[in-house]
């Protein structure tokens, strides 16, 4: 095993000690977390007008997920340029983050969910913060992107494909 390899191996083993996170945790977090987002009024449009085959787009978040709470490198994939063109705004990450949130907490261990968690409100974060980019919107800190209604998709506006 070359260094940077067995490297990432044991920042992996020693994340996974610390946390308790496995890779079946992390499969069942992910298709717990997307099972909520699916039915979800605010979000499931989202990803229903993005997403025809789901499987695919789970078995990327396993790998995204894996990447980012064990440090395993099997993710190698552009986030942002998928997310860059949503027509979402500050309440679609925060429906997200609620669902994230609640979904960590009753499927995880205390120490693996905060760990979750912790990764999730960053990545919220750098999405929200890309997308305002975007969109020719500099977003002060702690400043929440807010765009108009008719820019989004809303359950009010989303359209059945």
């Known amino acids: 095993m070359d260094d940077i390899a067995s490297r990432r191996a044991a920042a992996s083993a020693e994340l996974s000690a610390r946390t308790g996170i496995d890779e079946p945790m992390i499969q069942a977090l992910v298709h717990g977390f997307y099972d909520r987002v699916r039915k979800d009024p605010l979000l499931g449009p989202v990803f229903d007008s993005r997403i025809s085959d789901w499987g695919p787009h789970l078995e990327r978040m396993c790998a995204f997920w894996s990447s980012v709470a064990l440090a395993t490198g099997r993710y190698q994939g552009r986030p942002m340029a998928r997310h860059i063109t949503l027509p979402v705004d500050g309440r679609h990450f925060d ?48 400043e929440r992107l807010s765009r108009p209604d008719e820019e989004l998709m809303l359950p009010e506006r989303a359209v059945a494909r």
């Open 95 to 142: 429906r997200w983050l609620a669902l994230f949130e609640q979904t960590a907490a009753e499927l995880c261990p205390p120490a693996a969910a905060m760990h979750f968690i912790v990764a999730a409100r960053r990545i919220a974060e750098s999405l929200e913060l890309g997308i305002a980019g975007h969109n020719q919107t500099f977003l002060r800190p702690g």
